[in-house]
């Protein structure tokens, strides 16, 4: 093969691999609320196991996002999330560090909790926040409990510093007893 | 004479009036314009000089292709050694030139920022500055957001904060740069000496939108600040109209509530531009766009179209409610 | 009889001028000047701890819990009438006097704390109808209750985060290197939120001469950021890590001389202690312990003379009472742990005797 020849496929071949190289997607506008706001949130409660309903195809959008990330944990310190649920560890509200979830730890489980409200405390959010802050905003709880991936989690904290950010601490082991999600 | 052809010659970059750094319509800004034309004056001289030295010896040196080198180089022309002299006597008169008006700069800048006599906050956030006047009645400070009005002819001090990343803040008609660092606090003296309307601009990278954070800033004389003061202090009008008034239901109880804050209204988020004059401003979102009715709808319908990235989401709102939310908004003067 | 603890005086049931003994309190709606424009609305300082009520002089008693939010740059100001003690005709409710004790109150130091009446010896043998107060700012204040004027106000805990009170001016003395910066942390600051003593009221002995303080030695760590207001979420602007203060225990009882203005015996508990006081006349003085233990000590010594393990920890307040018996003991009967009452049988009479030095005055 010729230098010529082989410095040019190199040469493609990086380019390539560089076009190729979008970290993530990253949605600026979100879905707007059409006329229909209620259409996105169903009950996605149930008993038993198995039966779970497909999750919402907005998931894989947000789930594991970092801009997604990096805005609902802005936004969970602006909406004072950090008041009641501190930062993650809980206090008025519950811990969203853990494995119990009551109403669901999907994502959009989590979703349709901040967007309805729940009982003992936490305020219903619809028409208060986007669809898409909603979504943000589970993204970052979902990566309170150290399982997200690591290119994706915050590398910094906003707040006073107790314990190593997120992307240097080892993930824990899920344990399926402590775990209610499905 | 010379002083203006050279500012004509700067002037060519092509900025306009209203944010040139060669403008001096503060008093830091005039001490950086003579400043910089002592500094270009000696360098220019000094320049020439070299050229001049270098063009000659680079002549003679054609003429004269075969020259033996006399070993002693000390006594071989009766010019070298004075011209020698001279020249670093040249140096140090150019250097001590230099040394000594900035010095007199610096002490000229200290002096005029020496004894505030109008206190300001400023905070900069993604991409937006939270302007907040410190009165010595703490009843009687204003909060505003992306403009600053100053009175002329009277110091002021600014306090520099950042909720999140390094910004800098530049009024370059008035004064130099300066950070404003998270977790830290830094200042900036601004002396402005001729009235005009001016535009600062956020001088470090701070995201996607640092180009779009702007800032608007009118200079005027100390009636009409002290009127427009007076103004700010106002909570926002009662709603009148119908429309205005489905508006205003709608910022307040909706997802407006969550972010802005509208005094004498029940809106009362921090995290974003005070809105309660928010009609009066010249421009919105920092200087994004002008401000006109077609803007408000534009920005409104979609902030995300016009300053992609930035923390005002995209709602999607129905016709109606945007009518009334424009109507509304455009009363807050 | 509805009172806003801030706001333009008309809102404050006053047709009278207060007549303030400190320079920091005169003035006209200083409810209002003293915040930034339209922030006394949201700015906090409820009434939820003690009152106390003199039927002499019919003034009833209360303090004013802290300012909203946590975050002080967003209220500059004195933010009156938040965190401070207000004496109130109990018939108009017209304020008679209010002295603040934690102007611009940058920790959450609230004064809602206890109020206790007692008859002060002043200095020319005369008594003086005066107020004792262990406040959350970590200061015991003596008060002349009759017009607020401070007589002494000394450290009951350890402080760092003020210098001390100008009895000139009665003014707190804040420490500046102590003040929470937004976007920064300040590290040890004591005394920590809940203060140097939380709501859990003390117990004063006639026959000591004692006044016994069940309270706190936590510090913190305090971050303060920008607070957004949302009706209906937390409006605080501030990240808050709180620990042991010196000596590593949490807790500490303290029995403290008023007039001496000095401490007399103090007991280190692990845990903070959030349990009231209660004092008997047979020299015998009550707490309990987050841990479940109740414990009676001796009056005058401190020296642990019973404990009895509950089941929870203990935060409702002990109380004596003469049983039907007619037995010349009284039993002791407490609430314990955070919620209904576990157990309520009395403790047996047998468990607890006065000591037969104590003259017995049930």
Redesign the interface.
Known sequence: MSLRFRNSTALLALAAALWGCNREERQTRGKPLGETATAAMPDTVYPGTGNAPAPDPRAAQYEGNASAIAQGQMLYNQMNCVGCHFHGGGGMGVALMDGKWRYGGRIDQIVASIDQGRPNGMPAWRHRLTEQQMWQLAAYVRTLSGQERKDAVSARADEVSNTPPQTQTKREPLMPADSDEQ | MRREGLLALLCLSGCSGAQTAFGGQGAEDANFIQLFTVFMIVCTVMYLLVSAALIVAVWRRRRTAMVVEDCNHQATSGVVRPALIGWTALIAIGLTALTLVGFFTDRSNARNGSHPQLKLTV?ANQWWWDVEY?WA???????TANEIHLPVGIPVEVTL???DVIHSFWIPNLAGKQDLI????TDAQLLPRKTGLYRGQCAEFCGTQHAQMALDVTVESKADFEKWYGAQ?Q?APVPKTPLQLAGYRYIT???C???H?I??T?A????APDLTHFASRRSIAAGTLPMNTGNIYGWVA?P??QK??N?M????L?ADDLHGIVAYLETLK | MESLQHGPRQRRADRSRIPPPYPQDQGTDLGVKSWGPEQWKIGGGTVWGWLSYDPVLKLVYYGTSNPGPWNAEQRPGDNKWTAGVFARDVSTGQARWYYHSTPHDLFDHDDINETILVDWPGPNGQRIPAMLRPSRNGYFYVQDRRNGRILSADAYSFINAYKGVDLKTGRLIPAPEKEPKEGRVVRNICPGPPGAKDWNPSAFSPVTGLIYIPHLNICMDMGAKNANYIPGTPFVGADVKMYAGPGGNRGVFTAWDPVARRKVFEIKEDLPLWSPALATAGGLVFYGTMDGWFKAIDARSGKLLWQFKTGSGIIGQPISYRAPTGDSTSPCRRASAAGPERSSRPISTNAIRPPRSASSTQ
């Open positions: 905070t410190d009645d703490v009843s009687k400070s204003v909060r904060k950042s909720n998270p977790g830290r606090r202090l909570t109880t909706r997802e509530a969550s972010c804050n005094s004498g029940s009362g988020g921090q995290v979609d995300q179209s992609p990235g923390h989401p995209t709602i999607g129905k």
